[in-house]
C-alpha cells in the first residue's frame, strides 16, 4: 500500500552504539553536576567556618577591653591549650543539675578562662564533671586561637597591642610546599587551614 506516492519506509528503534552513547553522555554530565553539588557545599561549609572564626576574634577582644587590667595575661605564649579547664569559674553555668553563680575572679583568673572558654569545645577535660557549656569552637574544624601581647609602648609605655589569630581546617583551599596560597582543590595542596588576624591597641586601664 502507498500513501502520497511513497512506498512505507521500515520503522528503526534506538541501535545499541546510539543508547551506549546516549548513556555515556548523561552519565558524565551527572557525574560533573554531583561534583559542583559536593564542590559547592565545601564552598559553603568554608564559609561558615570563616564566619565562627570572625565570631571568636570579637569576643576574645571584646573580652580584653572590658578587662584592661589583666590585658597582659591574655598573651597565650602560643596556642590557647585545651588539655585542662581553669580552676575558677568566672562565668555563671549550668552543672546538670543547677544554675551555678559564676565566682569572683581577679583580672589575672578572668583573663585565662576568656582565653578557655573562647578558644575550647566543649568536649575538653574539665574538672567540673558535668559542666554544660557550648561556644562557635563547638562548630570550627580543629579551632585553634592565638593571642600575643606587647606591653609598654608608646609615649608614657602605657599601650600595649594585641594580636589575635584564629586559625582552623579548610575544605578548598589551603597553601602549598613553599607556603603559597592555593584557592583550588589540586594535589599542591599540602595544608589546608585559614587563617583570621585582627590587631589592635589598647591603653593601661582603658
Known sequence: MKRNGKPNQP?????????????????????GLVALMLESDRSAQDSG???LAMTMVEDISNRIFANPDGIANYDSGGVVSCSSSPST????????TAQVDAASCT?????????????????VVDSSADFTRSG??????????????????????????????VTWDVRTSGTDSSGNEVYNNS????????????????????
Open 11 to 31: 520503522q528503526r528503534g534506538f541501535g545499541l552504539v546510539e543508547i551506549i552513547v546516549t548513556v555515556g553522555i548523561t552519565t558524565i554530565g551527572l557525574v
Open 49 to 51: 567556618s570563616r564566619a
Open 89 to 96: 569559674r568566672c562565668a555563671a553555668y549550668y552543672n546538670g
Open 107 to 123: 583580672p589575672e583568673e578572668m583573663a585565662a578562662f576568656d582565653l578557655w572558654d573562647v578558644a575550647c569545645p566543649a568536649g
Open 136 to 165: 562557635n569552637a563547638d562548630f570550627l574544624p580543629n579551632p585553634q586561637l592565638t593571642v600575643e601581647v606587647s606591653s609598654g609602648l608608646g609615649e608614657g609605655a602605657t599601650s600595649n597591642q594585641v594580636s589575635i589569630t
Open 187 to 206: 594535589n599542591d595542596i599540602t595544608s589546608r587551614k585559614a587563617s583570621l588576624t585582627s590587631e589592635f591597641s589598647i591603653e593601661d586601664g582603658n
